[in-house]
């Protein structure tokens, strides 16, 4: 009797949500990419999948989960018509934009309090150390924002020239990008 009821208590320990694949996805990053042909005016867009020896794969699906059902399609492209590649990780702006705006608001909130209240015989408005806190808190937060998410929007460019010794040089660093490593 004793058997079963330990063996109940160590399975009911055991937590159900363990599973290699949720692990996986959470710390797999995507890449959007953009690929320049010579052949084709337009850039093709998708997710850099895998670097083969000869060739790039790009995957349809920005979602991450995904890339690993199988619920996507692959476009392999040779490396003689590929110019240029270009990545960029997906979120990158929202993420620094708010970096930005949480930045520039504790440094606008510092310089704020650090000005100290002003001096109601000198001005006709007199603000408060905390009024001017929130008041170039809000202001930086916007410059900060804005600057800092436009640096998140910078794409990494990675020249292929058609050469397959441009790409064997480059091959590290697109494989540092794709899906499959």
């Known amino acids: 009797m004793k058997i079963p009821v330990i063996v109940t208590l160590f399975l009911l320990c055991i937590p159900i949500s363990l599973s290699a694949q949720k692990d996986v996805i959470k710390k797999y990053r995507i890449y959007r990419t953009w690929i320049a042909l010579y052949d084709n005016p337009h850039k093709v867009k998708g997710v850099l999948y895998e670097i083969k020896d000869s060739s790039i794969v790009i995957s349809n699906s920005l979602n991450k989960e995904d890339n690993f059902t199988d619920k996507f399609s692959l476009t392999e492209l040779n490396i003689r018509n590929i110019d240029e590649v270009e990545t960029r990780r997906e979120g990158g702006i929202l993420r620094n934009a708010l970096i930005g705006i949480a930045g520039g608001f504790t440094i606008g909130g510092i310089i704020g309090f650090a000005s100290g209240d002003d001096d109601p015989d000198k001005k006709k408005i007199p603000f408060t150390a905390k009024e001017k806190a929130l008041i170039f808190g809000i202001d930086f937060a916007f410059i900060g924002g804005i600057s800092v998410g436009l640096v998140g929007s910078a794409r990494i460019e990675i020249p292929i020239n058609g050469s397959f010794k441009t790409f064997n040089e480059n ?10 490593h």
């Open 171 to 180: 091959k590290n660093r697109l494989k540092k990008y794709s899906v499959i």
